[in-house]
């Protein structure tokens, strides 16, 4: 006669408990985390294609950074150029009036503040790098300290000349000009204000009381070279335009890539709420179940039904 055995029973229940137990708290992690799963292992043949997509999204993120750099960047030089072209054509009104009216008073001021206000823009710095040193931002691109030190000594030691712009990279394959660099923008301006400065201290200076027959040849000569310096500043200050105008339209194509891998990743990883709240509420009502089942079938035993 076989025997019939209740310990299967419970070891029965308990399996379906741990069951109920590891479903109810798979839906609560999902519910949490709202992924489908908490490793690359639970998504089987998709994870490759999830870390690939997770690598181009951070890659995208170091081009958005580079753009948002570019960006403040180009911003701060447009009011930067902003100012120098306003100084040279503030200086310009000056010295035609200064001509006009055949008297030097006040040209040595206008020269000295002219100066101060370019050197100030062109070495306009970030976190200590200069925007408009080029390649060798570390530097400032004019190193003249005033007026008078930079008719004093060459051009070429008063201002950085020569150094290439720097580079920065916002897309795959494409690099794009940071920035103008100090001597392209400048140089025509400083050459003019430093042989005004050489006259003012020379023999045939200094500008004050009335013009002599020198003096105002060479201030007639250099409100023509002053409209040229102001037409080149005007003309580095659109390019600086055109640059960030770049820099907005490889941002543009950087969202849209983040957003459509963003997409192609959250399908991959996110999971149906509404789905997850049911198997969750399942779950629960399972684990119960089980439980209750559980606890009758302990209290059973053949000598209660003996009794």
Known sequence: MARISSAMIPASSLADISRAQQQLVEAARQSSAQTRASDLKGYGREAQTLVSAERLVARTQAFQANARELTTRMQIQDVAIGR???VVSQLKDALFQNVSLDKGTGVRVALDEAFAVIKDAMNTNIGGRYLFGGVMNQDAP???TSLTDLANNPLEDSLATGEAAQLMRVEDGRTIQAGLVADTVVTDALASLKRLAELDQGPDGPF??????????ALQGELQTLSR???NILTSQA???RLLKDVDNASNRLTAQYNALDEAIGGIVNVDLAEV??????AQFAYQSSASVFNTLRGMSLLNILK
């Open 277 to 282: 709240a049911v198997r969750l509420n399942q």
């Open 229 to 231: 310096a102001f037409d």
């Open 142 to 144: 004019i190193t003249a």
């Open 208 to 217: 004050d009381g009335q013009l002599t027959a020198t003096q105002r040849t």
């Open 84 to 86: 120098a072209a306003e």
């Open 239 to 241: 390019e600086n335009g």
